[in-house]
């Protein structure tokens, strides 16, 4: 976060890019970053385990915060000065100066990836699901697990981003590089006192297997009872057959050819899986509907680090003599989250419990909270924006510093903030905790994803919205100045999809809670036949 909150006004101030391509190149940084954790899961999963991953891939991310303070350091890496009696002559910086910039950026991605998608993972490990003490210490690991990502962010937006603006930008990023270091020695130092859990292989080639399996016996029946489908798991680890996604099933049935030699059952698993295998990957289909519907919330997201960075930078930010930096202003986003955090672990959580008998919201109601805010704050920063270009258009459109507060901007980044605290933990407990034991990692790189998709498609609509209300030779919305665009009315866009969307989740939401609690019914109704041939 030390390189992201701040990266666009580096990009516009000191590459000289302009504002819709320096927001484009940041959220896509940023969507490579969390789409990479696939990668990393794969790898935790499939081969290294997520002990290895975490730091191996720390490494790599240190190695790139390393070569992007060197490439800002060197003079011979960036564009000259622009000169002030004439600054809209500037020179951008040329292909192989932003190669170097791309580099440094595409090792921290991948060592983001690595690391994000095994570090939860690697904490949820060290408790024990079956211990029941362990077990509420665990629902509470994801809340508090959070907080101290944002505060780490705290620090990035106020103390690092100083730095970089006022002292030097290599040495905020060298401090960056430096704290990933110690950070992996304080990890490395934890080594005989971990929990680790065996690879358990490639949750994708098993998702695969089924799909191929059932595809290859798509014109057989599925019989009616259960028991005469194929089962090799453990009594005890097996899970019901459910009645959703029933082409799925047909991996699971016998036929001729699944015989080998001496009538032997062939352990093929792309012929063959059994029921268990199949009900692991109906799971992680059930978790699409609730993914797909919270990726525009990162969309949102990715406006408080771009565009309102910048809407800052051309406003008043003084506190009496001294001059709040732009990027330091998303402090009271991250402030949000702390207190959010703070509130609903120490207020909500025991309110909850006593009233509902339950430790606090569940993931769904808190996801779907925070797309509420989320979309709520889009609305309040349109209305902000409408009232910073009122003052743009009274003292003229090449005003470099408007006479109008930074402070107008808070209640957005305070909605979107405390949005994100409640969806963030939300989506990690609800992709860990729903997704089958064996495929926690890829799960939480799947979760990762909704914040890949959410900055890549901020970076469509972008560029969709630049292209379309540029037609015909107008400034647009996003122009390449600010001052000249209407940003007020891509927030507007932005709030009506984000509304939009949290109407389609509360009925998505409502699907999986219903199918969940129809299967978790089916299973008590078996168990309590009592017949040990009659369970799953």
């Known amino acids: 976060m030390g390189i992201a909150v701040n990266l666009v006004t580096y990009l516009i101030g000191t590459m000289h890019l302009p504002s819709a391509t320096s927001a484009n190149i940041v959220t896509d940084f940023m969507g490579t970053s969390f789409l990479l954790c696939l990668l990393g899961g794969f790898l935790a999963d499939s081969f290294l385990g997520r002990y290895r991953t975490i ?18 350091k060197l003079p011979q890496l960036r564009p000259p000065v622009c000169q002030a009696e004439s600054p809209t002559l500037c020179k951008q910086a040329t292909g192989s100066q932003m190669s170097v910039l791309y580099a440094s950026l595409f090792l921290i991605a991948v060592g983001t990836g690595g690391l994000k998608s095994s570090v939860s993972g690697f904490g949820t490990d060290q408790f024990d699901e079956n211990d029941e003490k362990e077990k509420a210490k665990m629902n509470l690991f994801f809340g508090r697990f959070f907080f101290f990502v944002s505060l780490g962010t705290l620090m990035a937006v106020t103390v690092l981003v100083y730095i970089q603006d006022e002292l030097s930008r290599s040495l905020g990023y060298g401090i960056c590089s430096v704290s990933m270091f110690t950070a992996i020695l304080i990890f490395l130092a934890g080594t005989r006192r971990y929990r680790y859990k065996k690879c358990a292989g490639s949750p994708v080639v098993h998702i695969l297997q089924v799909i191929v399996a059932a595809v290859r016996k798509r014109d057989v029946h599925i019989p009616t009872n259960e028991n005469l489908l194929y089962e090799t798991a453990p009594e005890g680890s097996r899970i019901c057959q459910s009645g959703q996604f029933r082409f799925l099933d047909k991996a699971a049935v016998i036929i001729k050819e699944d015989h080998a030699t001496n009538n032997i059952m062939s352990s093929n698993p792309w012929c063959i899986s059994s029921v268990t295998k199949v009900e692991e990957v109906k799971m992680m289909i059930r978790l699409l509907p609730i993914w797909a519907t919270t990726i525009i919330f990162w969309t949102t997201y990715a406006q408080m680090i771009t565009f309102s960075v910048e809407q800052a930078s051309t406003m008043k930010r003084n506190i009496g003599s001294f001059q709040i930096p732009s990027g330091s202003l998303t402090v009271f986003f991250v402030s ?48 902000a924006e409408k009232k910073r270009l009122s003052v743009v258009t009274k003292f003229g459109r090449n005003t470099q510093n408007l006479p109008l507060s930074a402070f107008i901007l808070i209640p957005q980044f305070i909605l979107v903030g405390s949005g994100e605290a409640f969806i963030y933990t939300g989506q990690l407990d609800f992709f860990i905790t729903q997704s089958p034991k064996g495929m926690k990692t890829i799960s939480t790189g799947i979760f990762l994803t909704t914040l890949s998709f959410g900055f890549f498609l901020s970076s469509l609509l972008v560029s969709v919205v630049k292209k379309v209300t540029t037609y015909g030779g107008r400034n647009g919305w996003v ?27 509360l009925v998505c939401a409502a699907w999986y809670r219903k199918h969940t609690a129809e299967k978790n019914l089916q299973a008590e109704m078996v168990a309590n036949k009592g017949s040990p041939t009659e369970k799953c």
């Open 479 to 505: 122009g390449d100045r600010i001052n000249n665009g209407r940003l007020d009315c891509f927030y507007g866009l932005l709030a009506i999809l984000s509304f939009i969307d949290f109407g389609i989740y």
């Open 336 to 383: 949000a989250i702390l207190i959010s955090l703070a509130v609903y672990d120490r207020l909500i959580i025991p309110i909850w419990k006593k009233w509902k008998g339950k430790q606090g919201f569940t993931n769904l109601q808190r996801i779907g909270l925070g797309l509420f805010l989320s979309a709520l704050g889009m609305a309040v920063a349109a209305i």
């Open 55 to 72: 730091a191996i891939f720390a490494l790599v991310q240190t190695i790139g915060t390393g070569m992007l303070a060197i490439s800002t």
